[in-house]
DNA sequence: CTGTTAGCGCATTCAT
DNA sequence: ATGAATGCGCTAACAG
């Protein structure tokens, strides 16, 4: 057991490790005056007479005093501090959601603790946990692809602590959710190979359990609807997202009879890997094969060709995000929203299509 | 003043906003029991009645009760969490070591805070005030390319939080170190690039401050030296690591008289986006201008031609960093440590060279 | 403007 | 095996 482990083991040898924290008591004491008094100087309290301030002040530097937040946050019973779970670190899209959602955290006067769930349901229930153990305030989530149990989240509600889902997102949830227009961005690159001439478009995504796949399948499938090309479940194939494992489903797609001119990929990931195996197999992109990506990642102009791709708007992803949960934690929980924000794709015509 | 505006407007509204957490005490009221026994019950103490622990235990499940990290860290002056510093996102670098550092952590009994300084020394200051805020037991720290005071550092070790530093490691701090055999790695990448018949090999490498730039760089001469090539200074060229500029650093090596043959990189960005403007300048790669990266960022496939880099052994690097600091901690802040682990590098040839 | 007091949730003596 | 009492560092209510 993790927690008799840890009774034993660790608590007692850290009690002697860490120095003395200096705190409002030895300021107090330093200065002849009470903590109380030191207490209200330092946080800012009008109450507090210039000079007495100026020299806790003046002190507190001095000591380098850092105001111990466990005692704040056990006082007042939040954190002033935000998390954000997400599936995974591997494409460039998580980590940039990250920066722009920690800069906005930043102005708002939130920190923001970050977890990362490998793509494992197991890690992120874990990561859950972690954020009730910080009592952050708020949430962001975008799930894993293993996510099927939502019960998870459900404990935010039931503690008070409001959730925003982005990109990753599901209907069990009665949350605030940041997504883009999935549908229209995937109706978009599909009509584009369309007009180009493409007539027999494969369609490689994900698990069929992401909310998001299951968008861009629907434009996918809109515009062919739209330019009268019958469907083919066949050229629709669903994989893991584990990009090692993309060769085997562009084989697939080669040995097809007609073999498809065009693929659409669920991410930009998905689709370099397609363009690599398919430079190996020796076809031409786009002539022979054009491929289409999606969330303009930084790898689609590095690949060649340079990838034709449906930008997410990131920055305002993540600023979007923050902004509605801070207004959710605003708000009392019975008048928590469920509102959807769908933030607009934009087409990127590169080389590969 | 940020202090004053949280201390009026936010913190009286949270008192209502969230729930009331269940604690010991609800247990111990249900079970008409005192909340030590709770206490201990839940934390694996010896001296509790079975029957007694397992009626805790049970209720606690029930009412999804959670223990209050911060009452805990409050008596405990420990955290069993670590931070980790990292000065950017943008390549996948970071993200990696995060992650193996996450993985190591967790398997210690630690829990990871992640932090992003964005190249910026403000804002590595400011995480390092957040690493103090959460009272972490110790940091891992990769500094950003303009820090070049450092008592922001010299704060953890004055609290008894210890702190290691990798990869973007200085001098002037006595710590532990984790960094790769940066010289070495040069070494082997330009001496490759010479038996492959270069003779005017450029380098482009990062700011001056950073270690590993220097030590890049001595590689690089190092080779020179060894095969009797005069080094020439205005064939090594230092930038900021924007890549956007490096275009301007591509052009400025292309005007010279004679051009050179070969480019050495700091790191896989830089060389991606090298190779990118040396394609549209009509070069030949390598044939005209070879290139090498460094690092075997996820990019370094992607590009065409395949780059030619040296490999870090980045899980590697994540898993030390975390052991070393576990050590730190559990040694008595006067017997610390300051070791420098230097872990392998791999020239992985590719298409680039 | 300042000091005193109480209490946040918990682990840990010291009793019993 | 259990309960009562104490205190971690801080803020807030109350009393001057």
């Known amino acids: 057991m993790k927690k008799s482990d840890s009774f034993i083991t660790k608590e007692n040898k850290f009690k002697q490790m860490k120095k003395h924290q200096v705190t409002i008591i030895d300021i107090a004491r330093?200065?002849?005056?009470?903590?109380?008094?030191?207490?209200?100087?330092?946080?800012?309290?009008?109450?507090?007479?210039?000079?007495?301030?100026?020299?806790?002040?003046?002190?507190?530097?001095?000591?380098?005093?850092?105001?111990?937040?466990?005692?704040?946050?056990?006082?007042?019973?939040a954190t002033l501090t935000l998390g954000i779970i997400v599936p995974e670190f591997h494409r460039s899209f998580f980590p940039q959601v990250i920066m722009s959602a920690q800069e906005a955290a930043k102005e708002a006067g939130y920190n923001l603790v970050i977890a990362q769930s490998d793509e494992n349901y197991?890690?992120?229930?874990?990561?859950?946990k972690v954020m009730l153990q910080y009592q952050v305030d708020g949430v962001l989530i975008s799930l894993t692809k293993?996510?099927?149990?939502?019960?998870?989240?459900?404990?935010?509600?039931?503690?008070?602590?409001?959730?925003?889902?982005?990109?990753?997102?599901c209907d069990q949830i009665m949350a605030p959710?940041?997504?883009?227009?999935?549908?229209?961005?995937?109706f978009a690159a599909v009509e584009h190979l369309i007009k180009t001439g493409k007539k027999r478009i494969g369609h490689l995504t994900g698990p069929e359990t992401?909310?998001?796949?299951?968008?861009?399948?629907?434009?996918?499938?809109?515009?062919?609807?739209?330019?009268?090309?019958?469907?083919?479940?066949?050229?629709?194939?669903?994989?893991?997202?584990?990009?090692g494992k993309v060769k085997i489903y562009v084989n697939h797609f080669l040995a097809?009879?007609?073999?498809?001119?065009?693929?659409?990929?669920?991410?930009?990931?998905?689709?370099?890997?397609?363009?690599?195996?398919?430079?190996?197999?020796?076809?031409?992109?786009?002539?022979?094969?054009?491929?289409?990506?999606?969330?303009?990642?930084?790898?689609?102009?590095?690949?060649?060709?340079?990838?034709?791709?449906?930008?997410?708007p990131i920055e305002l992803l993540g600023r979007t995000a923050v902004?509605?949960?801070?207004?959710?934690?605003?708000?009392?929980?019975?008048?928590w929203k469920a509102n959807t924000v769908v933030l607009k794709t934009t087409l990127i015509i590169r080389d590969s299509s």
Chains 1, 2 share one sequence.
């Open 323 to 335: 902004s509605m949960l801070i207004e959710q934690i605003a708000r009392d929980p019975d008048k």
């Open 30 to 77: 330093e200065l002849g005056i009470s903590k109380s008094t030191v207490s209200r100087a330092l946080s800012g309290h009008p109450n507090v007479h210039e000079q007495t301030r100026t020299k806790v002040l003046r002190l507190a530097e001095e000591f380098e005093y850092q105001r111990n937040m466990f005692s704040v946050n056990l006082m007042r019973n």
């Open 256 to 312: 097809m009879e007609p073999r498809p001119d065009a693929l659409f990929c669920i991410n930009d990931t998905t689709a370099v890997e397609v363009i690599k195996h398919l430079k190996i197999k020796g076809l031409k992109i786009p002539e022979d094969i054009a491929v289409v990506g999606f969330s303009n990642d930084s790898v689609s102009t590095f690949i060649e060709p340079q990838l034709t791709t449906v930008a997410q």
């Open 177 to 186: 959710k940041v997504i883009v227009d999935d549908q229209l961005g995937a």
């Open 122 to 128: 197991e890690t992120e229930v874990a990561n859950t």
């Open 146 to 169: 293993e996510t099927q149990n939502f019960d998870h989240l459900k404990q935010f509600e039931r503690r008070g602590i409001p959730i925003v889902l982005f990109n990753r997102v």
């Open 210 to 243: 992401l909310k998001v796949c299951k968008n861009r399948k629907e434009g996918y499938f809109d515009a062919l609807k739209k330019y009268n090309i019958a469907p083919d479940d066949d050229l629709v194939i669903s994989y893991d997202l584990n990009p």
